[in-house]
């Protein structure tokens, strides 16, 4: 029984932080998108 309840806390533990650490990537990824947009507008505004 207490294999059990080791193993489902450990599912929901690592479920958790899989989640959140591919949330965090996603954002990050977003920023860098719109960060890099917005410096070829910026380009192409001096020229």
Same mark, same amino acid.
């Given at each position: 029984?207490?294999?059990i309840?080791l193993?489902?806390a /450990?599912?929901?533990i690592g /479920?958790?932080?899989g989640?959140?650490?591919?949330c965090?990537?996603?954002?990050?990824?977003d920023? !860098?998108?719109?960060?890099?947009k917005?410096?070829d %507008?910026?380009e192409?505004e %001096? !020229?």
């Amino acid at each position: 029984m207490r294999e059990i309840v080791l193993v489902a806390a /450990g599912l929901i533990i690592g /479920g958790f932080f899989g989640v959140t650490t591919m949330c965090l990537f996603q954002i990050n990824r977003d920023r !860098h998108y719109i960060n890099r947009k917005d410096s070829d %507008k910026n380009e192409q505004e %001096k !020229h």
